[in-house]
């Protein structure tokens, strides 16, 4: 038995060390690396059907860039910008009027699919139009000097009866609180 034992731990380490070697990357082998870029936005809280500026730096230079929006709802490609010489860009893109609210993530892709700078935003619905018939809603006003007409229960059974519940629940509660 203590051969068999020796040759089963000897293939074990055997194959062990295998699997070590090949898990271990190539020395000389060179995956594309790209800095890790800043994305700039004058407010993170946006707008259905809006035009958004943004600005980014510390990219790869002269780098193609897709701007993608990420939530629930899917991945929407909302622009594409290529970096300058220095890795910095300056653009404007849309936000579609029909994309779902909530947050999301808006994420830039390097041009060979690596996610290289992202920051969480708000989408927020779009700002109900001002009726343009004249009806009058919608319109601003201030304070006026006319008393508030508030409609109150005039029945005199509705606020007796209101009165009578407070009363037995005052009654009800005093003798639970007396037979201790």
């Known amino acids: 038995m203590p051969v068999h034992r020796g040759w089963f731990r000897s293939a074990l380490t055997l194959s062990v ?14 995956a594309p690396v790209h800095p890790e870029g800043v994305l700039r936005l004058s407010d993170r809280h946006l707008v259905q059907g809006s035009t958004v500026q943004i600005g980014g730096e510390k990219f790869s230079e002269n780098g193609d860039l897709d701007l993608v929006l990420v939530g629930v709802a899917g991945r929407f490609t909302v622009g594409k910008v290529t970096a300058d010489s220095v890795g910095g860009f300056e653009s404007s ?49 201030g304070p006026s000097a006319e008393p508030l ?17 407070i009363v037995l ?12």
């Open 169 to 180: 629940a005052l009654v009800a509660g005093g003798m639970l609180l007396r037979r201790r």
């Open 93 to 141: 893109f849309e936000i579609p009027a029909d994309l779902e609210v909530g947050s999301y993530r808006l994420v830039a892709i390097a041009s060979d699919g690596d996610e290289v700078a992202s920051l969480n935003v708000d989408l927020l619905g779009a700002p109900e139009a001002e009726p343009t018939d004249g009806s009058g809603l919608g319109e601003k006003e």
């Open 17 to 30: 060390l295998a699997a070590t070697v090949t898990a271990v990357p190539q020395v000389g082998a060179t």
């Open 149 to 165: 007409a508030v409609d109150r229960a005039g029945r005199p059974w509705v606020t007796g009866g209101a009165v009578v519940g």
